[in-house]
């Protein structure tokens, strides 16, 4: 009883670990889109007005 106790918490930490492991692993990949777009826009925009006599 006492080893399938203790089999049950250490799974139970193994998959906390992996959910938070994914979770900081979305938040890094929503974090590097935001910085994506963030450097898109404002690529577009300075090229824009660079280039607004078009």
């Known amino acids: 009883m006492l080893e399938w106790f203790t089999d049950t918490t250490g799974r ?12 900081n692993l979305a938040l890094l990949f929503f974090a590097g889109l ?6 898109a826009v404002t690529a577009m925009l300075l090229l824009s007005s660079m280039f607004g006599e078009w």
């Open 12 to 23: 139970e930490r193994l998959v906390y670990g992996l959910v938070g492991l994914g979770i």
């Open 34 to 39: 935001i910085w994506f777009w963030l450097w």
